[in-house]
Antibody
Framework: QVQLVQSGAEVRKPGASVKVSCKASGYTFTNYDVTWVRQAPGQGLEWMGWMNPNSGNTGFARRFQGRVTMTSDTSINTAYMELSSLTSEDTAVYYC????????????WGQGTLVTVSS | VLTQSPGTLSLSPGERATLSCRASQSVRGDYLAWYQQRPGQAPSLLIYDASSRAAGIPDRFSGSGSGTDFTLTISRLEPEDFAVYYCQQYGWAPRSFGPGTKVEIK
């Protein structure tokens, strides 16, 4: 079955960076995109961006451009999302999800990774 | 921009739930999805392309609508259906979510 397993919770100081991993299994990794969505405590879902593991192409929501990097290692079916210049407003659960190519709705989700930004 | 109404829906098990999602501009291709999120869990896909049920989703869930107005209907609420529901458009970049509708037990 399709599974996306994310790395564990992280704590960072303001100004630092964080890198979250997402290991996929149960499907051909390069046939689907990977999307990243975050959810601040008690808030709704916020779409961050996507990447195509086959081509390396990416697209980001405007508010994250210049601050987010999305990459993948197809040899181990793993996607990564790195967010830099963290502030307390970046405290959230970060989800990776399998994205349907050219549409980018997500049919399978990781369990989420809590990133806490605190001094 | 997507708006969802109502913000909270208070219903009893067995009742019908009707959730609305309205877009500020026409959604290309009616590319709209609905997700369910239970407390402490990741979201899960219910509906895509406005009216297609995702794999394994019971037929009490249905989606309808086109253009700027979309609806998720739950015909008879089961205890496990009390959750937050989000719509997402993927007709234009960047993809975006609505603010959510919480369906709570009355």
């Amino acid at each position: 079955q399709v599974q996306l397993v994310q790395s564990g919770a992280e704590v960072r100081k303001p100004g630092a960076s964080v890198k979250v991993s997402c290991k996929a299994s149960g499907y051909t990794f390069t046939n689907y995109d990977v999307t990243w969505v975050r959810q601040a405590p008690g808030q709704g879902l916020e779409w961050m961006g996507w990447m195509n593991p086959n081509s390396g192409n990416t697209g980001f929501a405007r508010r994250f451009q210049g601050r987010v990097t999305m990459t993948s290692d197809t040899s181990i079916n793993t996607a990564y999302m790195e967010l830099s210049s963290l502030t307390s407003e970046d405290t959230a659960v970060y989800y990776c999800a399998r994205g349907i190519r050219n549409k980018l709705f997500s049919d399978s989700w990781g369990q989420g990774t809590l990133v806490t930004v605190s001094s | 921009v997507l708006t969802q109404s109502p913000g909270t829906l208070s219903l009893s098990p067995g009742e019908r739930a009707t959730l609305s999602c309205r877009a500020s501009q026409s959604v290309r291709g009616d590319y709209l999805a609905w997700y369910q999120q239970r407390p402490g869990q990741a979201p899960s896909l219910l509906i895509y392309d406005a009216s297609s049920r995702a794999a394994g989703i019971p037929d009490r869930f249905s989606g309808s609508g086109s253009g700027t107005d979309f609806t998720l209907t739950i015909s008879r609420l089961e205890p496990e259906d009390f959750a937050v529901y989000y719509c997402q458009q993927y007709g234009w970049a960047p993809r975006s979510f609505g603010p959510g509708t919480k369906v709570e037990i009355k």
